[in-house]
């Protein structure tokens, strides 16, 4: 991949369909529901990318074996029924969030000392309250960097289980770590959540993926208590994974941006994945939608700003905000706060490369004001954050020079974003 990319302007209004890859988040869900289950899991339609290469090489790291085929999308996973069979272990993770967090969790039920560190990002990246929690349940993790961050340390002797209270304002994947380890400990874990739950479509997602391994998790309406039984151990299985939803929403954007029409295969609005409510915010700007069984096409209209809390689909918050660069009024996008937290501060990244473009932003703690203005050529910093690359890029197609720097950075998630978006918007 080239140092920088110059998006080249489209024509015309962009009509086609395309199949995203799978999905990420539901990908390195599903490595660590079968690394702990009893038996050989076939995963199809898996995600091959940076983050799901460093989750693999860890689950290895911990002796679970995990043979890749078919370009990645085929992976078999040999369970260890929750018996983690290494001793030792040291991971890197990346800036990969999920590994992490999911690791951090499942190595409590070993026998032995782990520690888990990625690049200097993820030593920024607060993990305290789940390695809090974990504690409450009977394991020993220590962050061993600055504010709760990472390096983490890991002592384990199994997990006790029992109650715990988690935070949930700073990332709902502190959760779902503890989720997919809970079925695994020593006695039932009832978990408490504290505070604002933000992201709950994911924790929703983390126990569909976990049911279709067989565990069944009894949360409360509002999610603020789950209770867990260890009676239900997870089951090897074959498991389809959805395409990405986060990555769907950059094809469904260039039907907005352009007045086109795109087609998104492999999603429905009964998706495991919350992000496929993205559609409604371009419903709610002008847009129309029309779904299928296996499809959902976004038509292009005359946009206008819109009001919107996108708390339960801030990964796609970038994505909204090159939208409505392109929209008649302002756009204001709140209570994503701890989006400041992820590969980089979105927040301030989105305000200081909008206001590149001609935009006029007001940027707050939890979100952000988008008045569009007359847009100019910009080179666009990415911060290393693949969601920043993937988003600017699809201004470029309806002005002319804008550039993204390190468009490399795409391979955390999705390796073939800059080919796909042009093969999609060449055969009209």
Known sequence: MPDEIEIQAVQGPVHGEIRPPGSKSITNRALICAALANGHTELMGALDSEDTRVMIDGLRELGIAVDVSAGGRTIEVRGCKGNIPAGQADIFVGNSGTTIRFL????????????????ERMRERPIGDLASALNQLGANVQCEGND???????????????????????????????????????QDVVLHVEGNLVSVPYVAMTLRVMESF?????????FSVIHIPTTASYKACRYSIEPDASAA?????????????????GLNYESLQGDVAFVDCLRNMGCQIHTEDDAITVQGGPLHGIDV?????????????????????TTRISNVSHIRHKETDRIA????????LGAEVKESEDGLEITPGKLSPAAIDTYNDHRMAMSFAIAGLNSPGIVICNPGCTSKTYPDYFSDLARLTTTR
């Open 309 to 329: 809390d996108m708390n339960a689909i801030s990964d796609t918050v970038q994505t909204l905000a090159v939208v409505a660069l392109f929209a008649k009024g």
């Open 349 to 356: 990244a989105l305000a200081t490369e909008l206001r590149k």
């Open 148 to 186: 709760n961050c990472p390096p983490v340390k890991v002592i384990a002797d199994g997990l006790k289980g029992g109650v715990a209270t988690v935070g949930g304002n700073i990332s709902s994947q502190f959760l779902s770590g503890l989720l997919m380890a809970a079925p695994c400990a020593e």
């Open 104 to 119: 951090t969790a499942a190595v409590t039920l070993g026998s032995g000392e782990y520690r888990l560190d990625g690049i």
């Open 214 to 222: 067989g565990v069944l998790a009894k949360p409360s309406e509002n």
């Open 249 to 265: 929403s950059y094809f469904w954007a260039v039907a907005a941006v352009t007045g086109g029409k795109v087609t998104v295969r």
